[in-house]
Nanobody
Framework: QVQLVESGGGLVQAGASLRLSCAAS????????MAWFRQAPGSEREFVAG??????????LYADSLKGRIIISRDNAKNTVLLQMNSLRVEDTAVYYC????????????????WGQGTQVTVSS
């Protein structure tokens, strides 16, 4: 059983940066892909970024709409995944969720087994 705990959300002004953190327990970076999704009110949960299992040889993935403004990284020693978000926009306002699944990275929320409780990011104009 994998448990995920997000932190780092908050209220910021447009143009600011935030770094979200997801601490994982019960799984290992060698076998689990980790991803960030977000969900705005009235919208479906959408893929933000993901990192494949350690040693998989696969690359991280980013949502096309967010490329250039976000960076995902993994601290294997701490079993933590970080999402650095820069130049935040009002439309980035959403609840951000951390998710995990065994093996291959996937951009579909339905493919993830484990989810955190979410952290709210609100960007004001």
């Amino acid at each position: 059983q994998v448990q995920l705990v997000e932190s780092g959300g908050g209220l910021v002004q447009a143009g600011a940066s935030l770094r979200l953190s997801c601490a994982a327990s019960g799984g290992t970076s060698n076998t689990y892909s980790m991803a960030w999704f977000r969900q705005a009110p009235g919208s479906e949960r959408e893929f933000v970024a993901g990192v494949p299992p350690r040693f998989s040889g696969n690359s991280v993935l980013y949502a096309d709409s967010l490329k250039g403004r976000i960076i995902i990284s993994r601290d294997n020693a701490k079993n933590t995944v970080l999402l650095q978000m820069n130049s935040l926009r009002v439309e980035d306002t959403a609840v951000y969720y951390c998710a995990a699944r065994r093996w291959n990275l996937d951009t579909r929320a339905s493919e993830y087994t484990y989810w955190g409780q979410g952290t709210q990011v609100t960007v004001s104009s």
